[in-house]
Structures are given as C-alpha cells and as structure tokens.
C-alpha cells in the first residue's frame, strides 16, 4: 500500500513538472523575430523658436513591421517600418468668432533601435528613426461649417525627411508583445529655412500590440 501511495505521489509530481514547463514561457531572446504591430500614436507639436504657441495632441493611427535580430541572449538591433500618424489641434478666434483647426500628418517612420533584454520578458529598445512625410490634411470648423484640406506637398518648402529619436519598452508573453514608445523630431519641417513658418517639430507617445514569429535555432 506504501508502495502505491508513494508511486501516486512520483506520478503526480512528474505531471506538475511536465505542466509548468510546458505553461512556462519560452525564452527567445537569441532568436530571429519577425512581427506585426498596430496601435494608436498621442502626437502633438512645439515650437522651434520658443514663442507662444499653443496646441493640443490629438490621436492617431501607427502600425507596421518589425525585425529583431540577435546579438547572442542580451542585446540586438530591431529595425521596424511603420506608417505613422502625429499632428496636433488647435483653437482660437478671428474677428470673435471661435474656430477649431486638427491637422493630421502622414508619415513613414523607420526606427533604427538597439535593444537590450535583460529579462525574457523585457526589452528595452531606443535609436534615431528616419520619417518621410507623405501627406497632411488639415480640418478647419467655425461652429457652423466645416473645411477639409489634403496636401501631398509636391513643390511646397517643407522638410519631408526628418530625423528623430525614439526609445521604449516591449513587453512580451510568449508570442504577444505590448510596446510604448517616446518619439521627438531633431529637425524642424521647415525646408531649407528660408521659410518661417511651419517650424514646429512633432512629439508624440505611441502604444501598440503586435504578435511575433520567432525562429527556430
């Protein structure tokens, strides 16, 4: 009777063991990573020149690829590719009447980021990041009307290649990944500087989910 009860308890024991490996998560930080993300951009704008200007963020969409590859367990380098929506709204009034202006822009965004994993379940990511601006569509509302404008900026004195710098966090279970990003221009989109306005840089805060796809080793 010993005997049984004791190979009962080996039994179950080896079960438990077999089931919380199999429910443990698997470590693939010295793996190649591919992936998929989407999720919203909180973008907002400054002024370069320090003078009041006033406006408020505005939400966007964000989502793309990426590609994490590997230098051993702890570190890597994660390019991604992203189509990107920043802006801003503002208000005011002319001749006292109130009006509300949302601008939206358009970019491409491609982080170039190191990473450092310290965890399985932690990545740490930042890098400069390349933005081509490829549209902008600006809503103007008076209270009782309503005007929309699309520009794809063809011949007009703005900056379309941008750099800026962006850093984060991805946090990750098994093949999810929850990422947060800060990102900021170091270039105004201004032209060549012969113009004075627009001068502003954009900033924003961007949150996405994304699924990955690991290699195998």
Excluded: H
Aim: hydrophobic residues 40%; charged residues 15%; proline residues 3%.
């Amino acid at each position: 009777m010993k005997t049984v009860i004791i190979s009962m308890g080996l039994l179950l024991a080896s079960s438990s063991i077999t089931q919380a490996q199999e429910s443990a998560p698997i470590d693939l930080r010295a793996n190649l990573i591919f992936g998929v993300k989407a999720g919203i951009n909180i973008a907002n704008v400054y002024d370069t020149e320090g003078e009041d200007f006033q406006a408020d963020s505005k939400v966007g969409f964000a989502g793309g690829v990426f590609l994490a590859i590997p230098f051993g367990t702890y570190f890597g380098f994660q390019p991604e590719i992203l189509f990107s929506q920043k802006g801003y709204q503002s208000t005011g009034s002319i001749l006292g009447m109130s009006y509300g202006m949302t601008r939206t822009t358009n970019f491409i965004d491609v982080p170039l980021l190191f990473s450092f994993k310290p965890i399985e379940f932690v990545n740490i990511v930042a890098g400069p990041q390349y933005s081509y601006l490829l549209s902008r569509k600006d809503v103007f509302t008076n209270g009782t009307s309503t005007i929309a404008q699309e520009k794809e900026f063809e011949n007009e004195n703005l900056r379309k290649n941008i750099l800026c710098f962006t850093g984060g966090l991805d946090l990750t279970m098994k093949s999810m990944v929850v990422s947060a990003r800060a990102g900021w221009d170091f270039q105004n989109n201004n032209g060549d500087g012969s113009s004075s306005t627009p001068r502003y840089k954009n900033m924003w805060y961007q949150l996405t989910l994304g699924y990955r796809f690991a290699s195998s080793n």
